[in-house]
């Protein structure tokens, strides 16, 4: 919302910021969409229903994640640690996290969830208790991992409205702190590296909310024109 368009990463279409619009106010991603969506769950009971989604989690939403990944790889190379990025091998389970980043003085080791706090599963209202589930579920899974490998494992995990989990956080202020020893020079216009780092995280899963929401609407469409046929 307060983001100025001054580089890519903080530019967002028409369209993408219609759908980030709608999602925060809670409204159905789009008019006129059918009744019932592609995994039989009523549409009218719940306007962000594509976020949690069970027909979308292969595919939009597993790009959203990865928007968030990518964006996340490149923040830490702007503030000069060595970063790899997991690559991804469909239907195959490895016990990899998303992402590995190298400071000379130590190595993370992080993986990126993006929670829904108003899926219809929640059993929770507190504030971020949507993320506070995947973090102890990723700790659980990479911890042992991490430190056979003398490294520190932390989970980024974020709401679909935008906020940061508490381990989140811990990732964001170690960027920061690299960044004030980092000799690049940020794109012209977009304030501090801190204000820069956030809005891109943000822009990467607006952009990725749009698609989930996006996609989810053109497949009930076209199975509701089938179901006619």
Same mark, same amino acid.
């Given at each position: 919302?307060?983001? !100025?368009?001054?580089?890519?990463?903080?530019?967002?279409?028409?369209?993408?910021?219609?759908?980030?619009?709608?999602?925060r106010l809670g409204l159905p991603c789009a008019?006129?969409?059918?009744?019932?969506?592609?995994?039989?769950?009523?549409?009218?009971?719940?306007?962000?229903?594509?976020q949690s989604c069970i027909d979308q989690r292969r595919t939009s939403v597993t790009a959203r994640h990865d928007f968030v990944v990518r964006?996340?790889?490149?923040?830490?190379?702007h503030?000069?640690?060595?970063?790899? !990025?997991?690559?991804r091998i469909y239907?195959?389970?490895?016990?990899?996290?998303?992402?590995?980043?190298?400071?000379?003085?130590?190595?993370?080791? !992080?993986?990126?969830?993006?929670?829904?706090?108003?899926?219809p599963s929640r059993t929770s209202v507190l504030p971020l208790a949507a993320t506070a589930g995947p973090e102890r579920e990723k700790i659980k899974k990479y911890k042992a991992l991490a430190h056979s490998q003398g490294s520190t494992f932390l989970p980024?995990?974020?709401e679909s409205y935008g906020a940061y989990g508490v381990q989140a956080e811990k990732v964001l202020k170690i960027l920061f702190s690299a960044a004030r020893n980092s000799a690049r020079p940020l794109p012209s216009g977009v304030?501090?590296?801190a204000d820069y780092a956030v809005k891109t995280v943000s822009l990467a899963l607006q952009k990725g909310n749009a698609l989930v929401a996006r996609?989810?609407?053109?497949?009930?469409?076209?199975?509701?024109?089938?179901?006619?046929k």
């Open positions: 919302m307060t983001s !100025i368009p001054s580089s890519p990463e903080l530019a967002i279409n028409d369209a993408d910021f219609i759908f980030a619009v709608r999602h008019e006129g969409l059918p009744q019932v969506c592609t995994c039989e769950e009523p549409l009218d009971d719940d306007s962000a229903h594509f964006a996340l790889a490149a923040l830490f190379r503030v000069e640690a060595w970063v790899h !990025i997991e690559p239907r195959v389970e490895r016990l990899r996290p998303d992402l590995e980043v190298t400071f000379p003085d130590q190595t993370l080791l !992080i993986d990126v969830a993006i929670a829904h706090p108003a899926a980024f995990v974020l304030g501090t590296f996609k989810g609407a053109t497949e009930v469409r076209a199975a509701a024109v089938g179901r006619r």
